[in-house]
């Protein structure tokens, strides 16, 4: 069977909707795909390789968690698709164990041989030279052997309890010859959360390295003096960490979310990644101590947890194995001489990243902590860096005595710890920190700064599509918009003051929040298409957002389209629509971009009879966002501002190069690209135009004259 024929096993059933899950799987496939290219450089595709690996992490947690926890109350409701909790397990277990052996087939042949070649090597632990032997011997013996510590495990005993994601080693030891009844006896040896995964080893040239679970195994007999080891197995566990966090009653949410830490940690455990050469023995005995069913072993031909080797794709001397640098490029539209309060005042400013520099965002509340006419600093946190410029920031400006407020999202899934020690740092410097709304998460991204000017107060706006996170800004393609629009202002002074406080939420004048009025402004949106349509007017919708999986949306969607509205779709991961269908979807075109920046930002546009319209959100369209959080949706009508939005939201389907399209069976087929046009490579594109945007306004600054003035009088 070709790998195509597996995925179109994989399809859900028919129906007007693709399942969600199967088509969350297409999106690591896509991202599989880069790993296998050839055309991209080895240690890229190695990172692409990682980033599966750290997807599926997250996805068996999550959602494969959740239908775990469906299936064992024993519902047997169906999704949109038509597909039980019982189906769509089945249906993932099929699709990601098959996933599971591309992407070693993609190491061990595709990616680790040229590696090799290169002077890159993971090197076999019984071809180790005698010098490497050495050094692993050391490093064993100094760094390793101290801090590990076996367990023995026994039948009449409660199974250890593990760290999730984390590697360990079972160890099968000989029976002992005095017990009545000899049988094999069992220890782990845990690894706990350590960063040191690899070994480097000395070499003549290049880079060489060793895991460092080869290493345990091959010194294993240290642990174990004076008895006899039959085997020893790497194996990492993937626990359920879908604990839903009920904060509607909760009179302390940061104790709670501590809490709901520590409840993760106790989940059952729904995925078992164990070295394939385990015996019959060892396998039963992990299954019956963790409570796992064979179908939920995963046998790895390989090392486990690909995810580490992103650590390995840093390593310095291998430029040619990487992608050539693309740094984020200053903005034309950002005088760097003048404070961002000057700047936002002469105009609206419009980025895009992370092709234009994040700067001018973290300047703008660095700016703001210390400058002494700013009254208030009003943001919404949801995910941050580790040091974050902006956090400190926050901090500067309330020991300065300026009023800051900061929602934090406790419930940012993965980040709460993280987002829990910055709620208390900036409580301890004054920060007037909420946790934002009961029953829903706070995900708009947002900062309103107020000034005290000659003319009055003004307010300062910055609205995102991407968090306020400096490091991922460098990755994530995101949107900014900077903006002091007198309405704007009004609407997020609102805003804010009904996440902080009780007042009712008010119908804004140009935002649009969820979970109150953006559900609504999409439909009335779509419906007005559909009906200029139908009355023989011009009518278009284009979307980018990184999901699609709301059904009242794809039912709009799908009316559209029958009226004969073009509607085209970016969409980076999941999509439930169908496109292409007849009498449903034949006018809905959906693509996926995956490439060297993640896709993340949101962009609408509506042709609204001429009177275009177009927005930026932090929403996708999921139930999850459309009614379960804080989003907005942000207009964007200062001229120039909006052309340049639509000029980079069009650019996305003139992909050729790393753009696929979504067949109505759920499958994406990589586009090919027609021979009289030029290849269009849509992030490449928008990197170049970011280059000649800053060379352009440079040399046109150094055709300007401007004389030096005589001082005035004092």
Known sequence: ?????????????????????????????????????????????????????????????????????????????????GMTPKETLEAVSLRAHQMMVDQYQCLLQEIEPPLAEAGFQRVNPLELTDSQRRIVEHVFRDEIYPVLTPMAVSADMEFPYLVNHTLNIVVRLSPDEKSEQPQDRFALIPFGRT????????????????????????????????????????????????????????????????????????????????????????????????????????????????????????????????????????????????????????????????YESFEPV???????????????????????????????????????????TAIVELKARFDEARNIEWAKNLEHAGVQVIYGVKGLKTHAKICCIIRREPHGIQRYLHFG??????????????????????????????????????????????????????????LDLIHHETERKKQGQKARIVAKINSLVDPEIIDALYEASEAGVKVKLNIRGICCLRPGVSKLSKNIEVVSIIDRFLEHARILYFYHGGDERVFISSADWMPRNLDRRVELLVPVEEENCRNKLIKILNSYFEDNAKARVLNSDGVYERITPNKEKNLVRCQEVLYEEAVTAIKQAEQASRTVFEPHMAPEEQ
């Open 1 to 81: 069977m070709t790998e195509q024929d597996n995925r179109l096993t994989m399809a859900p059933k028919t129906s007007n909707y693709l399942n969600r899950e199967l088509s969350w799987l297409e999106f690591n496939q896509r991202v599989l795909d880069e790993a296998h290219d050839p055309e991209i450089p080895l240690l890229e595709r190695l990172k692409f390789l990682a980033i599966t690996s750290s997807n599926l992490d997250e996805f068996f947690m999550v959602r494969v968690g959740g239908l775990h926890l469906l299936q064992a109350s024993g519902n047997t409701s169906t999704d949109p698709s």
């Open 195 to 354: 960063e040191f995964r690899f070994i480097t080893l000395p070499s003549e040239g290049g880079y060489q390295y060793l895991p460092m679970e080869d290493a345990v195994c091959l010194f294993i007999e240290h642990f174990f003096r004076g008895e006899e080891v039959l085997e020893s197995i790497p194996f990492r566990v993937t626990k359920n960490m879908d604990v839903s966090l009920q904060d509607e009653f909760a009179s302390d949410l940061l104790h709670q979310m501590e809490d709901m830490l520590d409840q993760r940690k106790q989940g059952d455990c729904i995925r078992l990644e164990i070295a394939e050469s385990v015996s019959v023995e060892t396998l039963e005995f992990l299954e019956r101590g963790l409570g796992v069913l064979d179908e939920n072993v995963y046998r790895i031909p390989g090392p486990l947890d690909l995810t580490a080797f992103m650590r390995l794709t840093d390593i310095s001397g291998f430029d040619s194995q990487k992608d050539t640098s693309w740094p984020p490029q200053p903005s034309p539209e950002v005088n760097p001489r003048i404070s961002m309060f000057e700047n936002i005042a002469r105009q609206d400013i419009l980025l895009c990243h992370p």
């Open 362 to 404: 973290v300047r703008l509340v660095e700016e703001a902590a210390v400058d002494p006419d700013v009254l208030a600093i009003k943001q919404i946190l949801y995910r941050t860096s580790k040091h974050s410029p902006i956090v400190a920031a926050l901090i500067r400006a309330a020991e300065q005595g300026k009023h800051v």
């Open 465 to 522: 599509t991407g968090n306020y996170n400096d490091a991922t800004a460098k990755i994530y393609s995101d949107i900014s918009y900077f903006t002091c629009d007198e309405v704007l202002a009004s609407d997020a002074v609102n805003f804010f003051n009904s996440i902080t406080g009780y007042s009712i939420p008010q119908k804004y004048q140009k935002l649009e929040a969820a979970p109150i009025s953006l559900r609504d402004k999409l």
